[in-house]
T-cell receptor, first 116, second 111 residues
């Protein structure tokens, strides 16, 4: 059982370059999330999706775009990378509903992005 | 003011010791509370939920104090494998899909 898989695991970009982070889950979860984690800041929500074809902004959406064309995939795009986007990015998924299942996030292993 | 605040630590304790730490939250209407564990350079994983009446899971005890708006985690008989960062997580609204994370409390258990 793979769970949540993120690719790539590491990437170095130059300022202004673009890239896409891919998140794939095989648990048939409705909800998917992209977080970034910076020292001393905790995880901050970038964008999330409550179902195929739907996305919504989180706390820190500026500079990022997302798409959820298939239920199992959630893509995070950086159109023009900036040094402030150097971070560790985590994708997560959870089951639907207001039940306790929606509270249990399964995370991917993370993607470490450095923007020079 | 941050929505969820934690003492970053680190808490350095010997094996077998008891360690406890708190997390405060700003929204009095917060609905659900959790502790996640994150090992160095790894992804967070759910440790336990925090119920109003308090709950235990083996050596771990979680408490909720709604009046003072904090949750706590106590680890008894600490093991080397308990060394990790513990993240306080809050769901503010029952119909909200988003969870808010604290920055974490680092615990180091030494032999």
């Amino acid at each position: 059982n793979a769970g949540v898989t993120q690719t790539p695991k590491f990437r170095v970009l130059k300022t202004g370059q673009s890239m896409t982070l891919l998140c794939a889950q095989d648990m048939n979860h409705e909800y998917m999330y992209w977080y970034r984690q910076d020292p001393g800041m905790g995880l901050r929500l970038i964008h999330y999706s409550v179902g195929e074809g739907t996305t919504a902004k989180g706390e820190v959406p500026d500079g990022y775009n997302v798409s959820r064309l298939k239920k199992q995939n959630f893509l995070l795009g950086l159109e023009s990378a900036a040094p402030s986007q150097t971070s560790v990015y985590f994708c997560a998924s959870s089951s639907a509903g207001a039940s306790s299942g929606a509270n249990v996030l399964t995370f991917g292993a993370g993607s470490r992005l450095t923007v020079l | 003011r941050k929505e969820v605040e934690q003492d970053p630590g680190p808490f350095n304790v010997p094996e077998g010791a008891t360690v406890a730490f708190n997390c405060t939250y700003s929204n009095s209407a917060s609905q659900s509370f959790f502790w996640y564990r994150q090992d160095c350079r790894k992804e967070p994983k759910l440790l336990m939920s925090v119920y109003s009446s308090g709950n235990e899971d083996g050596r771990f005890t979680a408490q909720l104090n709604r009046a003072s708006q904090y949750i706590s985690l106590l680890i008894r008989d600490s093991k080397l494998s308990d060394s990790a960062t513990y993240l306080c997580v809050v769901r503010f609204f029952s119909n909200d899909y988003k969870l808010s994370f604290g920055a974490g409390t680092t615990v180091t258990v030494r032999a």
